[in-house]
């Protein structure tokens, strides 16, 4: 009977066999010269049988009863296709179908494109097609992972990390001056005097389509970026609808103020980070206080609307997408800070105190306008409005140091009070015309104005005698002093780019090669002044540090106050680029495809000073630099799975406004920065290999290596001289870099329906430093040094849970570390003696953070999130290594330290 059993199974199952068939094909995408279309849908007309393609446009459907079917091919916004078939038993039958554009809404194709792009899986799509080694990370993910900003954003990307010293992006270890930050392509200008790039912390996620990383370097791009260029694609248009969006939180640190915050004077002139001027500055000395006020509300709020729609404009679609957020957030520090110079100690505060407030209030309109099937523009303005109010005291525990201080060095105490506000305009149009079949014309220009201003700046610097007694400090007539400091920035910029195809045409009905050729234009100026008006308070005292209002009054400036008043310190700089270009896109063969091009550039960058600090107070430098850039790309698909990937370039540093204006810019703590008329830029000679592993559509195996090969680098180091002040500098004749890169996305765990459920990102760099130093930066026997603010080793890692049920459920756990870095380099205060008189390099050094995430769908349309940042609360150091002057014996001491909080936010969204 068993064996009777047996046999009737292996003949059902045989018959079953002999009766079924399948159907297997690719998708292609007619509008993007015949790519592979992923992510559509193939469903058997009235059942549930269905598939979706893969990364490369591939569907299968098996286990088909042989009979006729109706195979139903869909994708939003293009055309459904109801293709008859006809299933034979035991045969499988190849469907190749190229999708299209429906002529009602051709122009959907973009709009799909734009919302694929936010998606982890289509970005991955993207960087295994892209010639260039890209990588992008889009605004689903963002979402998941919690991120509120573009700056945070980027340092999810394998080889990036953020200093908290200064808020810089950092690339494969370098920083702010050797990447490039660009919207939608064309060029956004910095608005802070203290960095190139912008700060991306103004990018809120709720106009941010994808953040894009490029680390290598194609010819169509300026060539002012040595470590990449982050590339920030704005929101467009997906489909109709809106949202808003409520948030509030804390900040760990400020709950435990009891009352005690604080804001600084100016704030009595803002609203909802908007400043107006009542006084001018020489009147605020008497006419305002000068003492900080206490702050009410400390805690964290934000809203955030945004809605899409279609309009019927003299027969042309117009797609408008719209978004306004606002929000406020407060943090509290507390730490300390120390000085040297020549291994003496300078000052000491090991009762520093941070109150800050900053808000941002954003809008972002984009429009998206069909000509013709053939004709789109699209057009982008961005508005952002930021606060950022600080006060800063230290020395209130009456132990603060300051050496060489009248009337005494004990009892030492400083406060800072600050209010910057940051408007920044970004205005952009782009075009695309389908010339040809084979000839594609983009082009786009843009608009850029940045006003960043710190109307009232109030600093008092004073001694603790007793309890009941503050002496002010005198040592020169600006320690008791406020003052304004203004920047604007107007920048045009554009470029055009016609990509020809050409050669015969492959199965797929694809052009062999494409010749880029165009041009790239940018004119930036800038308009920078700083004004300060000094009181000499010499024997003058109050009962504490909270009282110094009472000195200043118009009683005391008739009864020895002395009201000093210097000529503004002011620069004017500007930046003339123009370049053109060509490339050419080509494959040879299935495998091999690159691109190889070449690049004239010239460029000018004139700055004209009149400031205090230098002799003679005017001055003036004229940079020119006419070169010739190449790269090239290559990769070389070993199947559709596995690719190897080279590039090589040539590109350049330009030093920065700021770091050749020699201004002295003073932060809070009393570091001095300023700039060097001599800096020269630095030429980058660049190789990267990089294997890529795609397991599957939403996986990613990849390893990368590469070397950077540096003339005349720049970095920030200590300067000779009792004042202490830090300077950019060439500090040597040649560099190089290193490294190894690790990634992998991997799905953990997967639902019945295949779905992964679990996914674990993970990315690892290791980098080597070495720089040659000169003369003017030797000490104690050293040569050498790492690269100012490289960290050798950086991770970041993230494990995510999605319930993928019909009331989604989230949650997130991320973190991310990175080693130690110089935060400038050191030099010698004597050379005939630099083995003891010196100033030896600062380290920031290393930490990890935690962040974790929760959301939960309560309802179709409702959504609730949970945000925990910082968890950790790590301590945040800087070090430097002190030799004692009697025994000789270094030592490694804290000058900076400070914890940043943990943040906790809840959200709630609503999709209408």
Not at 449 to 474: G, M, S, W
Not at 722 to 735: L, P, R, V, W
Not at 810 to 824: E, H, I
Not at 834 to 847: H, P, Q, R, T, W
């Amino acid at each position: 009977m068993k064996k009777l059993l047996l046999v009737l199974t292996l003949l059902t199952t045989v018959f079953s066999y002999a009766q079924t068939g399948s159907i297997k094909g690719k998708l292609t995408d007619k509008e993007y010269n015949n790519e592979p279309l992923a992510f559509a849908n193939v469903i058997v007309k009235g059942t549930t049988t269905g598939t979706t393609s893969d990364f490369d446009g591939f569907y299968t459907l098996n286990n088909l009863e042989a009979k006729d079917y109706i195979l139903i091919v869909s994708f939003v916004g293009y055309q459904t296709q109801e293709i008859p078939v006809a299933v034979v038993a035991g045969k499988e039958l190849e469907l190749n179908v190229v999708m299209s554009a429906s002529a009602a809404s051709l122009d959907e194709v973009v709009i799909t494109t734009t919302t694929r792009r936010e998606s982890e899986s289509a970005l991955l799509f993207e960087q295994k097609k892209a010639v260039v080694i890209k990588e992008s990370i889009g605004a689903e993910r963002l979402s998941k992972i919690g991120v509120s900003d573009a700056a945070v954003a980027t340092t999810k990307i394998a080889g990036v990390s953020k200093s908290e010293g200064s808020g810089d992006i950092y690339i494969r270890g370098l920083g702010d001056r050797y990447l490039s930050t660009t919207m939608n392509g064309l060029p956004i200008p910095s608005d802070d005097v203290n960095n190139k790039n912008i700060n991306l912390n103004l990018f809120s996620t709720n106009i941010i389509e994808n953040v894009g990383i490029s680390k290598t370097y194609a010819t169509s791009s300026y060539a002012d970026q040595t470590s990449g260029n982050v590339d920030i694609t704005s929101k467009g248009y997906s489909k109709k609808g809106a949202s808003v969006s409520l948030s509030s939180g804390y900040n760990t640190n400020v709950l435990g103020i009891d009352g005690g915050f604080k804001r600084s004077v100016a704030t009595e002139d803002a609203t909802l980070g908007f400043h107006k001027k009542e006084y001018a500055l020489v009147d605020l000395i008497t006419r305002q206080s000068w003492d900080p006020l206490k702050q009410k509300s400390t805690g964290n709020y934000g809203i955030s609307l945004s809605g899409a729609q279609k309009f019927d404009v003299f027969g042309k679609e117009l797609k408008v997408f719209v978004a306004g957020s606002h929000s406020k957030s407060s943090e509290y520090q507390e730490g300390l800070f120390r000085s040297y110079r020549s291994n003496i100690l300078d000052n000491e505060f090991t009762d520093t105190e941070s109150f800050t407030t900053k808000t941002n209030t954003t809008g972002y309109v984009n429009l998206g306008l069909k000509l013709s099937d053939n004709h789109r523009l699209k057009i982008s303005s961005l508005s952002v409005n930021t606060s950022n109010d600080n006060v800063y005291e230290q020395g209130r525990n009456g132990e603060g140091y300051v050496f060489d201080q009248d009337p005494q060095e004990d009892g030492a105490f400083v406060r800072d009070q600050n209010f910057k506000q940051t408007i920044l305009l970004v205005n952009q149009i782009e075009g695309s015309h389908q010339i040809k079949v084979n000839n594609k014309l983009t082009w786009a220009a843009g608009y850029n104005y940045v006003l960043a201003q710190e109307p009232n700046r109030v600093r008092n610097e004073a001694n603790i005698l007793d309890e009941n007694t503050v002496q002010y400090a005198h040592v020169g007539d600006f320690q008791q002093r406020k003052s304004n400091q203004k920047i604007e920035d107007t920048e045009y910029n554009a470029y055009i780019n016609d990509a020809i195809s050409f050669g015969t045409l492959d199965e797929d009905d694809n052009h062999p090669f494409k010749l880029n050729f165009g041009a790239n234009f940018r004119q930036k100026d800038r308009v920078f002044s700083s004004l300060f008006i000094g009181v000499r308070a010499r024997d003058f005292q109050v009962p504490s540090v909270d009282q110094f209002s009472e000195t200043f009054t118009t009683e005391n400036f008739e009864n020895g106050l002395v009201l000093r008043e210097r000529e503004a310190d002011r620069y004017d700089a500007d930046l003339n680029a123009i370049a053109g270009y060509a490339n050419l896109d080509f494959h040879l063969g299935e495998k091999l495809s690159g691109n190889a091009g070449v690049r004239f550039e010239r460029d000018e960058i004139n700055v004209l000073w009149d400031v205090a600090n230098f002799v003679g107070r005017i001055g003036s430098i004229k940079k020119e630099y006419t070169e010739l850039y190449p790269s090239l790309n290559l990769k070389y698909e070993l199947n559709d799975k596995h690719a190897v990937r080279f590039a090589s370039s040539l590109t350049q540093t330009l030093p920065e406004f700021k770091e050749l204006a020699p201004f002295e810019y003073v932060s809070p703590t009393g570091r001095v920065t300023r700039g060097d008329p001599n800096l020269e830029k630095s030429d980058v000679f660049n190789v990267d290999l990089k294997y890529e592993f795609f397991p599957s559509k939403g996986q990613l195996l990849s390893a990368t290596t590469f070397y950077k090969d540096i003339k005349n680098p720049i970095n920030l180091a200590q300067t000779r001289g009792s004042s202490g002040i830090f300077e950019y500098a060439n500090t040597g004749d040649n560099a190089n870099v290193f490294g190894i890169e690790f990634e992998a996305r991997l799905e953990i765990l997967k639902n019945e329906d295949d779905e992964s459920i679990l996914d674990f990102n993970t990315n690892i760099t290791k980098m080597w430093f070495n720089q040659d130093l000169l003369e003017g930066f030797q000490y104690k026997g050293i040569t050498e040094s790492d690269l100012q603010g490289a960290s050798d080793l950086i991770l970041n890692s993230s494990l995510s849970y999605n319930s993928k049920t019909e009331k989604e459920f989230n949650a997130t756990l991320t973190g991310n570390y990175s080693s130690d870095k110089v935060f400038a380099l050191g030099s010698p205060e004597d050379f005939s003696n630099s083995a003891v008189l010196y100033n030896d390099e600062i380290i920031e050094k290393g930490f990890f953070t935690l962040d974790f995430v929760v959301s939960k769908m309560l309802t179709e349309k409702l959504q609730i999130k949970l945000v925990g940042r910082n968890l950790l609360n790590p301590d945040i150091q800087q070090t430097q290594l002190v030799r004692n002057i009697n025994t000789g014996v270094e030592t490694d001491e804290v000058v900076l330290s400070y914890k940043k909080g943990a943040q906790l936010n809840l959200s709630l969204k609503y999709d209408f």
